[in-house]
């Protein structure tokens, strides 16, 4: 009996594939476009529901729309300049930096902006919400916490395109019965003997000559933890944060920490390896010691890190101010004055 998934053969990076014309149209943007979209709704939601509202300004839909433009301006730079400066290692874009937001190859071919860094859009958009809400006056962690809540849901639709995107960002291989063969990953010779004991094991037919092995379709699982599963968390907790603040620190810690945990099922990139490893032997396609880390969870590590400090930071600043909830100071201030003698 298989013990693996077929990637579906129906489905291509191209939204209308055999189309030349519109072959510009693939999922990969279509995705991005209903990550924002998501991302806007659920964050308009909360406008809607006076989250944000301040004593002397009510928020309109100009103020989110402005807001979201801003933000993502900024999230795409970044998302865009770590994706090169981190991952690519290209020595072209020092000597033609232009390249780095050109969406056609050498050869003419549109390809978009192919290459996006998630911890550069993370790092590119809290600059640009910060800088928005600095111009504008607004209470800048109150409306940062509310971002916080919508990433997730969007974020969900970006993990749905590197799937849709003919498998890339694959897992690792696996023996689960839902390892899936995707199109694009690298073969093994069937001659070696513990691929044929992996094949066999997976209920892989027998072949010969270049064997696909199932890998974890890890895209999915940060789709699904990455996305859904802390959408739900943070959408139910909403109403409870003890300071404004609380959800910058909440989804810092929360993507680092689940990232974390799913680069183990996740093949890193060739080109860079393991970041730290000691086992050096440790093939990239097998996770065969919990020391070795990728870029990753080098750059998830840090999120955690930064979440953390922060988080103490805040928790230092209201206790300094009389506990959570401002207890003691809204005491201080119904206290009345002593009489002048």
Request: a positive charge; hydrophobic letters at 45%.
């Amino acid at each position: 009996m298989p013990l693996y998934i077929n990637y579906p053969s129906w489905l291509s990076p191209q939204i209308f594939p055999g189309v030349k014309f519109l072959s510009l149209f693939r999922w990969y943007g279509l995705m991005y476009v209903f990550a924002f979209v998501t991302a806007f709704l659920v964050f308009r939601k909360q406008v809607k529901q006076g989250d944000l509202n301040t004593p002397t300004h009510v928020v309109t839909d100009d103020d989110v729309f402005s807001f979201f433009t801003f933000s993502i301006v900024f999230l795409l730079l970044g998302a865009r300049l770590f994706s090169i400066i981190i991952y690519n290692g290209s020595s072209k874009y020092l000597t033609k930096p232009w390249l780095i937001f050109w969406p056609w190859d050498e050869n003419g071919n549109f390809t978009g902006l192919a290459g996006m860094s998630y911890h550069g859009g993370f790092v590119g958009g809290f600059i640009g919400m910060v800088i928005w809400c600095k111009r504008h006056k607004q209470p800048m962690f109150k409306w940062i916490d509310a971002m916080g809540i919508s990433i997730p849901l969007g974020f969900t639709f970006g993990r749905i395109g590197n799937f849709l995107n003919g498998g890339e960002l694959y897992g690792r291989i696996t023996t689960m019965p839902w390892g899936m063969l995707f199109p694009n990953t690298p073969r093994f010779s069937s001659s070696i003997p513990w691929v044929q004991e992996f094949a066999e094991a997976a209920g892989l037919p027998e072949t010969t000559g270049l064997l696909n092995l199932p890998r974890h379709p890890s895209q999915l699982y940060e789709a699904f933890f990455e996305g859904i599963f802390l959408f739900v968390v943070f959408w139910l907790i909403r109403k409870k944060k003890p300071f404004d603040g609380f959800f910058i620190t909440m989804y810092s810690v929360g993507y680092g920490l689940v990232r974390f945990i799913i680069e183990y099922f996740r093949e890193p990139d060739a080109n860079l390896g393991y970041r730290i490893a000691v086992d050096k032997e440790a093939p990239l396609y097998l996770n065969q010691s919990l020391l070795n880390l990728s870029t990753g969870q080098i750059l998830c590590l840090l999120m955690i890190l930064g979440g953390l400090i922060f988080f103490a930071i805040m928790m230092i600043h209201k206790k300094k101010l009389g506990g959570i909830d401002g207890s003691a100071v809204s005491a201080k201030a119904k206290k009345p004055p002593k009489k002048q003698k």
